[in-house]
């Protein structure tokens, strides 16, 4: 079953097996406040279990790009695109999201990101490849951030 996220009200619902499920929500909720604001978009996401065509394109370009695997299991995902960029989202018990933005028109802009919740350590799968920088939210308090741009097409 889906769910909207309201960025008014913080939920953690699909999240209470994080050990950081109140700044994982936060964070959920900073993304879908984001994406209301710039495209009118209103942030819907799905259990792991109905959503793996979401998270099976994250993990591929993961792996294909950086050999990366995250350790941490998927909770919750989404996929969408708004204007000309395919985006989506795997939210995981650990407290890290991972999100793809994907321009679909041919020499577009494609990254991939990553935030820590509050609380979090930094995953050692990323921990010796990727700097965090810092940024303060009202939803998410202070979300630790970092990315890497591909050119390949998924």
């Known amino acids: ?11 953690t619902a699909g ?15 900073n993304e879908a406040r984001y994406f209301s604001n710039k495209y009118g978009h209103v942030f819907t996401v799905e259990p792991a279990s109905n959503a793996r065509t979401a998270i099976d394109w994250v993990h591929r370009i993961l792996k294909e790009e ?4 995250i350790a941490s299991r998927p909770l919750e995902a989404t996929a969408f695109q708004v204007e000309n960029i395919r985006i989506a989202y795997v939210f995981y018990e650990s407290g890290l999201s991972v ?3 994907y321009t679909v028109d041919d020499g577009g802009k494609r990254a991939v990101g990553f935030k820590l919740s509050e609380g979090m350590e930094v995953p ?5 490849r990727f700097k965090f920088a810092r940024q303060k939210s009202k939803l998410a ?7 890497f741009a591909f050119k390949n097409e998924y």
């Open 1 to 11: 079953m889906s769910y909207t996220v309201d960025f008014s009200t913080v939920s």
């Open 124 to 128: 050692a799968e990323l921990a010796s």
């Open 15 to 29: 999240l209470e097996s994080s050990p950081v499920a109140a700044a994982l929500a936060g964070l959920r909720a």
């Open 66 to 69: 950086r050999d990366i695997v």
């Open 99 to 101: 999100n793809v933005m």
């Open 141 to 147: 308090g202070t979300i630790r951030g970092s990315f």
